[in-house]
Structures are given as structure tokens and as C-alpha cells.
């Protein structure tokens, strides 16, 4: 409070606050509390101006991969409300032009180059680059696969050292590409640049080359990706299950795995497992 020659006191100004605030303990005695370092900011700075630049910019025309029809399972027959007339079309983001906005430049910039010296040029390796909703995806053609990740990994202007998880997807309805395999990078040197890498194979030959020659850790994720989905990483050192016991039949996670499932008591009522309930298609 400070006293005014007219009238009693008042409060201090925002600007005095701001002044009396106390440092805080282990911030190296010199930055008030709240406040973030140079080093601990910049990676959060980097993704916050990459996030804004790609939604300033549109992305290519979209993908359709699928095209949903009706709604609460009910397609015909038996519906009445008219939901049964619905589609709606399942659309993925197309390949997004230049400039694509934050570090997402660099890392095309670094990729092409490292490339040019490789036996896959970066045309024939890249099928095409997505920026969407502040992250890049990469998506590479299976049988280049391998030499893209060592050039991502080793290239000093890439450094993607860590590769923290393998995923795989099933879209039954995408001839020819039914199976994806989505591969998380992280940049340590580049202050945690992120960057999604996704292969995709028909389900008719379910084959993608392994990257734990390159990434050690990835061999349960890749492990995993087979047992769930099916995909088979030619060059793995002992692709076997990792969840379902070895004898399991197929592969759980994909969409035209059957439910099954065991009946359930409940205060003398039973119901049945999901694949013998009344199905209204």
C-alpha cells in the first residue's frame, strides 16, 4: 500500500508487485518465480511456432480410405428413423505443400539432401509428407524403409535417436494398403523434435523390413504389432507372440477379428457374448 498527498493509501501498482516477487529456490537466484529458462523453453517454443505455422497453411486434397454407412449399427431392414440412409466418408489428410511451416521445413530440407547420396533417392523413398494439426508425418515406401530410418537416425541435422513406439492400424477398406505400421521418433539433440514415420502393405503380403537394426528398443513394439495385427517384420531376431499365448488363432486387434467373448450372470439374468447377441445388420 502506499499513501496518495489527497486521500489515504492505496494499492501498489502491478508494476511494483512484479518487483517485490520473491525468487524461487534452485532457479539460480536471478529469475522470478514462474519464470522458464532459455534451455527449457525453446523445445516448447519450437513446437508452439510449428503449430502455428501449419494451420496457417491448407493441406492437400484429402484421402478418402472408407465410407461409413448408417448410424448405431443399423444400415437397413429394420430401421425406421432414416439413419440407415447415412454416408459418411472417412477422409485422412493429403500431402501437404511447401512451406509447411516451423522445423518441418528442416527436417524435409535435411531428409532430401542425406538421401541424395543414398541408394533410394528421397522421390522413390517418400511417398508423400502430411502436416497436420502441428505434426509432421513422413510416409515411407515399405521396401525403403530401412535405409530411411538409418539416414533419420545418423544424418547430424536429423538425429531422430529414439524411436519410442510401433504401432499398427488395420483399415480393411483401403485395397491395398490395408495394414500400417506408425513408428514415433523423438530428436534428443534437436531438443525433442517429434516426427511420425508410417509404412503402410497390402494385407495380401504382409511384409515390412525390420528397424531394430537401427533401434534396438523397437523389438516388443514390432513383436507386439505382429501378435495384435498380423504384420510380419522380415529381419526381426525372434518375431514371436508377446501378449496371446503362441497357439493363439490370429491376430486380436484387427477389425475383422470376431468379437467372441463368454456369457455373463448378473442377479439371475444372463447376457450373451457380444458374437451371439441380435444383430441388426
Avoid: N
Avoid at 99 to 120: H, I, K, M, N
Amino acid at each position: 500500500m502506499s499513501d496518495t498527498p489527497d486521500g489515504p493509501a492505496t494499492p501498489a501498482s502491478a508494476g511494483d508487485e512484479v518487483e517485490k516477487m520473491p525468487h524461487t529456490i534452485g532457479s539460480g537466484g536471478d529469475e522470478p518465480a514462474g519464470s522458464t529458462t532459455r534451455d527449457d523453453a525453446e523445445p516448447q517454443r519450437e513446437t508452439e511456432t510449428a503449430l502455428e505455422a501449419s494451420s496457417r497453411y491448407d493441406i492437400g486434397e484429402p484421402v478418402q480410405v472408407d465410407e461409413r454407412r448408417g448410424l448405431f449399427g443399423a444400415v437397413d431392414g429394420a430401421d425406421t428413423s432414416g439413419y440407415g440412409g447415412l454416408r459418411t466418408k472417412v477422409l485422412f489428410p493429403g500431402a501437404s505443400p511447401r512451406p509447411y511451416g516451423g522445423f518441418f521445413d528442416e527436417v524435409a530440407d535435411a531428409l532430401e539432401l542425406a538421401l541424395s547420396g543414398e541408394q533410394a533417392a528421397y522421390g522413390t523413398a517418400i511417398e508423400r509428407i502430411v502436416v497436420d494439426r502441428g505434426e509432421m508425418t513422413v510416409l515411407v515406401r515399405r521396401e525403403h524403409l530401412a535405409e530411411v530410418a538409418r539416414v533419420l537416425r545418423d544424418d547430424p541435422a536429423l538425429r531422430f535417436e529414439m524411436c519410442l513406439s510401433v504401432s499398427g492400424v488395420h483399415y480393411p477398406h483401403e485395397t491395398g494398403r490395408e495394414l500400417h505400421a506408425v513408428y514415433h521418433l523423438t530428436s534428443l539433440t534437436h531438443g525433442g523434435r517429434r516426427l511420425r514415420v508410417e509404412v503402410t502393405t497390402p494385407d495380401t503380403d504382409r511384409h515390412i523390413p525390420s528397424v531394430t537394426a537401427v533401434w534396438p528398443g523397437v523389438d516388443w513394439h514390432e513383436r507386439e504389432t505382429w501378435d495384435m495385427f498380423g504384420i510380419i517384420f522380415d529381419g526381426h531376431p525372434a518375431l514371436t507372440r508377446i501378449l496371446m499365448p503362441d497357439d493363439w488363432p490370429g491376430h486380436p486387434q484387427r477389425k475383422d477379428y470376431p468379437l467372441g467373448g463368454v456369457p455373463v450372470e448378473y442377479k439371475g439374468g444372463t447376457v450373451p457374448p457380444p458374437d451371439q447377441r441380435r444383430s441388426y445388420i
